[in-house]
T-cell receptor
């Protein structure tokens, strides 16, 4: 199994509070991703990273920020949590292709369930 | 606009029979397609993929078929087993350097003993 861990695994917070989710990998992969999974929406990309300090937005990035100061850690921050951000958040990593770029084959963490009251 | 569509939310089959999961896409730039499987309370796991230069890829009981002209792919599981009961996600991307994998909404497969 790919070495990828997420913390915390479960969190309940109140509207307006900041929340940070951590993703840690031991595979030394360049690409890291944050997805959220919601009923009726499948998996939607929030942000991704293609290297230390290199990040870009996904399709549902509003209200979220990310940081990657080390290869192994990718942090997702909700500056001021809202009830619409109640979801299950998945971190994923991807190997590089020999020709460059990710393979598309993602290895996912076990998820972080966030409830915003 | 949804670029990857899994129009059936669920499928129920008997153990030993074939399961066929369908997926349609709208973006003609997609050239690499993947299926992921997800059990409750776990992260999705990669199952099988296919490049647009092929129309079929097989791995044990799992076969993915790609019809580029119809922008349609399907996952066949033969024979189906109760352990295959999970949510299956279809995904697509472009191999030309895109970092963004686009997922469908998922389909829940139930295999009854």
């Amino acid at each position: 199994d790919a070495g990828i861990t997420q913390s915390p695994r479960h969190k309940v917070t109140e509207t307006g509070t900041p929340v940070t989710l951590r993703c840690h990998q031991t595979e030394n992969h360049r690409y890291m991703y944050w997805y959220r999974q919601d009923p009726g929406h499948g998996l939607r990309l929030i942000h991704y990273s293609y290297g230390v300090k290199d990040t870009d937005k996904g399709e549902v990035s509003d209200g979220y920020s990310v940081s990657r100061s080390k290869t192994e850690d990718f942090l997702l921050t909700l500056e001021s949590a809202t009830s619409s951000q109640t979801s299950v958040y998945f971190c994923a990593i991807s190997e590089d292709r020999v020709a460059g770029g990710p393979t598309g084959e993602l290895f996912f963490g076990e998820g972080s369930r966030l409830t915003v009251l | 606009d949804q670029q990857v569509k899994q129009n059936s939310p669920s499928l129920s089959v008997q153990e030993g029979r074939i399961s066929i999961l369908n997926c349609d896409y709208t973006n003609s730039m997609f050239d690499y397609f993947l299926w992921y499987k997800k059990y409750p309370a776990e992260g999705p796991t990669f199952l099988i993929s296919i490049s647009s230069i092929k129309d079929k890829n097989e791995d044990g009981r799992f076969t993915v078929f790609l019809n580029k002209s119809a922008k349609h792919l399907s996952l066949h599981i033969v024979p189906s087993q109760p352990g295959d009961s999970a949510v299956y996600f279809c995904a697509a991307t472009t191999q030309g350097g895109s970092e963004k994998l686009v997922f469908g909404k998922g389909m829940k497969l139930t295999v009854n003993p």
